[in-house]
Nanobody
Framework: QVQLVESGGGLVQAGGSLRLSCAAS????????MGWFRQAPGKEREFVAV????????YVSDSVKGRFTISRDNAKNTAYLQMNSLKLEDTAIYYC???????????????????WGQGTQVTVSS
C-alpha cells in the first residue's frame, strides 16, 4: 500500500509561484511513476506532469510547459511540482498519484494510477 500526502497549496496572485509537495510512504519508490493532476470547479480532471522515479524522466502537459517543473527527492520519497508564472486558470485542486512502473509513457490518464493523495487547493487571484 502507498500513502500520498500533498502540501504546499494556497492563495497566490497571478504571476506568482508555489511549490507543491507529495510525500509518499508505505513502499519503496524505486519502481514507481508519480504524476500530478488537477481539477478545477466544474471541469474534468486534467493531467499536469509526471516523473519516472527511477531515472527522473519527466513529461509536462502543454498547458503548463515552460511554467511548471516536476522533480523528486529520492531520499525523502517526495515529489515536487514547482509552479511559476501562475495564471487564473491554474486555480484547481491538485492531486498527486502513483503507479507501478511500466506501461506506456507518458501515463497521462488518471485511470492508470493506483494511488492518490487527498489533494491540495491552489487558488490564483488577480
Amino acid at each position: 500500500q502507498v500513502q500520498l500526502v500533498e502540501s504546499g497549496g494556497g492563495l497566490v496572485q497571478a504571476g506568482g509561484s508555489l511549490r507543491l509537495s507529495c510525500a509518499a510512504s508505505g513502499r519503496t519508490f524505486t519502481s514507481y511513476t508519480m504524476g500530478w493532476f488537477r481539477q478545477a470547479p466544474g471541469k474534468e480532471r486534467e493531467f499536469v506532469a509526471v516523473i519516472n522515479w527511477t531515472d527522473g524522466t519527466t513529461y509536462v502537459s502543454d498547458s503548463v510547459k515552460g511554467r511548471f517543473t516536476i522533480s523528486r527527492d529520492n531520499a525523502k520519497n517526495t515529489a515536487y511540482l514547482q509552479m511559476n508564472s501562475l495564471k487564473l486558470e491554474d486555480t484547481a485542486i491538485y492531486y498527486c498519484a502513483a503507479r507501478a512502473y511500466g506501461g506506456s509513457w507518458p501515463p497521462v490518464y488518471g485511470y492508470v494510477y493506483s494511488y492518490w493523495g487527498q489533494g491540495t487547493q491552489v487558488t490564483v487571484s488577480s
